[in-house]
């Protein structure tokens, strides 16, 4: 099967087209409640990540501002918020490169997310692709219990159920849970986490690997956590719009990463 890859400005036109950068869904006050929700501290905002600097909230909302390209005028509390395609695809550059990296150089990676009814599939094909290429996916074996469900493994990808669902969590447990799990039965560590929210937030900043993550507009935490070097990128998008709208940005990652030879759908 062969591919059509996007040129980059093609892929940003169609970013904005379907609503994963450009004028995205999320709204304004999400984006503004979840700022201050991060340096309080929140359950839900804090991420896994361990403030090392002196955060504000007018240093968290430059940051937003500079990585993700949200609506510049603070007075502007109210309505649809944006996300910059090409902020995106910047980070996307730097996040094929280390994925590139890792996979030819043949290391043990570990994919997980927080909202997989949108960005699992992202993850699944990515992981096919390393390992094709002779990279190492861990596996985790069995169901570790979590709250009222379980942490478990779906095609690669680590994710939470919950009565029977799969569950969207900002909480870093899960990855905590995995990395324990891995130590205790004398298994390596991941030398590549990919991932994003509280998973990556936890892989990056407190057990000290090598993280790249992606983030909506409305997850400062996870920026923070780049900006202070904890995870090295993270791509600026919508993670949750329907997961077949991603194919193209997957595509890109693939080509760029030079692994379009072991991508067969």
Same mark, same amino acid.
């Given at each position: 099967m062969t591919t059509a890859y996007l040129s980059r400005e093609s892929l940003a036109r169609y970013l904005d087209r379907? &609503?994963?950068? /450009? $004028?995205?869904?999320?709204?304004?006050?999400?984006?503004?409640?979840?700022?201050?929700?991060?340096?309080?501290g929140d359950q839900h905002q804090h991420m896994?990540?361990?403030q090392t600097k002196d955060w504000t909230y007018k240093s968290v909302f430059k940051?937003?501002?500079d990585r993700v390209g949200i609506?510049?005028?603070?007075?502007?509390?109210e309505g649809q918020d944006?996300?910059?395609?090409?902020?995106?695809?910047a980070a996307l550059d730097k996040y094929a490169d280390i994925f590139s990296e890792a996979v030819k150089g043949r290391k043990r990676l570990l994919f997980a997310t927080g909202h997989p009814a949108g960005l699992a599939p992202v993850y699944a094909r990515l992981a096919r692709v390393a390992r094709k290429s002779g990279a190492?996916?861990? &596996?985790?074996? /069995? $169901?570790?219990?979590?709250?009222?469900?379980?942490?478990r493994q779906i095609e690669d990808v680590v994710m939470v159920e919950q009565y029977g669902g799969l569950r969207h969590t900002h909480f870093?447990?899960?990855?905590k849970l995995v990395l324990e799990q891995l130590a205790a039965e004398g298994r390596e560590q991941p030398d590549l986490v990919i991932s994003d929210h509280g998973m990556a937030g936890y892989a990056g900043s407190q057990a000290k690997?090598?993280?790249?993550?992606?983030?909506?507009?409305?997850?400062p935490g996870i920026f923070v956590a780049e900006a202070q070097g904890d995870v090295e990128v993270t791509v600026p998008l919508d993670d949750n719009v329907a997961p077949h709208l991603y194919n193209p940005l997957v595509d890109y990652i693939i080509s760029s990463a030079g692994l379009a030879g072991q991508d067969r759908r």
């Open positions: 379907s &609503r994963i950068t /450009g $004028a995205v869904a999320t709204p304004r006050e999400a984006n503004l409640r979840n700022i201050q929700g991060f340096l309080d896994g990540v361990e940051l937003m501002r609506n510049e005028d603070p007075k502007y509390t944006s996300i910059s395609a090409a902020l995106c695809i190492r996916v861990l &596996r985790v074996d /069995g $169901a570790i219990p979590f709250e009222d469900g379980d942490v870093p447990e899960p990855m690997l090598r993280t790249i993550a992606m983030g909506d507009c409305n997850d």
